[in-house]
């Protein structure tokens, strides 16, 4: 994560090419780093996919992906070196010799390094079968190169299925060429709550339930289930964004100091947090955890289907397109310091952020009547669609009378509307280099579902009936009921 290390030449093999992931993330993320010349010369792409294409129909489809997603133009010289790269590996369902071909392609093409990344693009229930099959012709083992393995999330549905999922990994990997991505892990802003709490004093002695009241993690979108319900039912927000992205988070703004930004230091202090998290038991759910499921309404001016009317969802499902948590961590820094949590689709605004809230001075002098709200400061990093740091004060209103008001103190470093790097450039820099700082351990994947675990059960369990929100809005209102104090209330804007 720290430094530039060169590459090695390689050859990315991603499977499920022709997916949703691979076209809006993995391949403009690949000829974004070919355009900043992060790519060494010699390294190619293999797509493998259900469709019947050969090279030239897959360089094709590629350059239609990269039109669309690069409407300005692409450059000329960069999409021909990046059309070089380009290969396609037809995988259709039943063929028994997919997999011996794929071996002789990887292993005869001339130009092609013995160095391997297999990037699992594909549903989480492909992943074992996948892995076995390139166990089987060989293709896992580590002869003459490096092979790695890059496994999208969800890892499993729950700690069972994920421990199942990470005993048929090991039939064929060890544990240094496992990549288990959490692209949220790849945000600068994601990385900038590591700088700010480790490369500034400041905030370290505040940081702490002597002074914080509690911190809100946030993830919403605009965006419905956007054709993925065949991915989606029956995965729910909280598997899709809690347990991966929001514990992360949780994780970041919660962990001690590393002794170094190793992956195992930074990971070590990751899993404390999440170990610590105290665990929500099945009769304790419904003080915890809060869902819905978005209703039809409006977003942008234009109506929106409701989930229950998107293509591929059963009529009455009840699968979560919101979430919300509180959890408490039980170390000696938040004891008693609630952590709330929430994700919703079809939300009123797409935004991403932090607030950390803290206490009221201990006798708060300039406020006129205990009727009136206390005025607290905040922290707010804000992760999407602005790279943003804020804080608010209190400050003095101009004028004879002593009366105060909130002002923002606003580091806004990045404007979404400035270009910048999405977090998949990165993660894939990382994994051909070898780096698995931002990427999970497996005892991190297995805290972070024991956590989730006891509310994905008594959700499945209450398949009756869930909380509708109207789309367009901050999700159902019943929400509220998780927080501790009448004056806690989510952060909408920051
Ligand atoms: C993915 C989820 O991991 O993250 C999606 O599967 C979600 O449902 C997405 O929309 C959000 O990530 P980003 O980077 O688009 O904010």
Redesign the pocket.
Known sequence: MLDMKTIEPCVVVIFGANGNLSRRKLIPALFRLDVAKRLPEKMAIVGCSLEPWNDDQWIEEVSGMLQSRFPGGLDEEVFKRFRARLHYHPNPPGSGDAYQNLQKKLEETPGFSPNLVFYMAVRPSEFPSIIDKLGTVGLLKQNKGWCRVVIE?PFGYDLLSAQTLQRSLYHHLNEPQIYRID?YLGKGTVQNVIVFRFANILFEPLWNNHYIDHVQIT?S?T?GVEGRADYYEGVGALR??IQ??LLQLLALVAMEPPVTLSAEHLRDEKVKVLKAIRPITQNSVHAHAFRGQYTAGIIDGKPVPGYLDEPGVAPDSTTETYAALKLFIDNWRWAGVPFYLRTGKRMAENS?AICIRFKSPPRDLLRHSHRELPHPNWILLGI?PDDCLKMEIQVKVPGLDLNTRTLSLDATYRKSSEEDYD?YEGLLLDVMQGDHSLFLRIDEVEWAWRAVDPIIKVWAMERGFINGYQAGSWGPRGTYRLFDNEDQFWRHSL
Do not use: N, V
């Open positions: 999330k692209h993830h979108e965006l899709d964004m991966s992205h991403s999407q977090a």
